[in-house]
């Protein structure tokens, strides 16, 4: 069965900043475009950024210039790196196998940023 497992979520003041990482078990990871989406409770799953096969990068626009999505793919594992973190940030941060519909999906990892 196929695990991802995001770890890095935390409490952090504004400003301040995280680093998630998502590690993939029994899965080919390298041919798997990969992504972190986010949630808040009552509202939508959003894309925040995604990481093709070949490293080309995307974000949405309130988190560019602050977050940076990269994948290792010797560790099976993509990381987001969150700085200039902002309390409209906080949510459950999830990481996605599978392109615009992914086909895998962590347990996700809670952020909250405090003002």
């Known amino acids: 069965q196929v695990q991802l497992v995001e770890s890095g979520g935390g409490l952090v003041q504004a400003g301040g900043s995280l680093r998630l990482s998502c590690v993939a078990s029994r899965i080919f990871f390298d041919v798997y475009d990969m992504a972190w989406y986010r949630q808040v409770s009552g509202k939508q799953r959003e894309l925040v950024a995604s990481?093709?096969?070949?490293?080309?990068?995307n974000y949405i626009d309130s988190v560019k210039g602050r977050f940076t999505i990269s994948r290792d793919n010797a560790k099976k594992t993509e990381y987001l790196q969150m700085n200039d973190l902002k309390p409209e940030d906080t949510a459950v941060y999830y990481c996605?196998?599978?392109?615009?519909?992914?086909?895998?999906w962590g347990q996700g990892t809670q952020v909250t940023v405090s003002s």
């Open positions: 990481i093709t096969t070949d490293g080309r990068t």
């Open positions: 996605a196998a599978g392109g615009p519909r992914p086909d895998y």
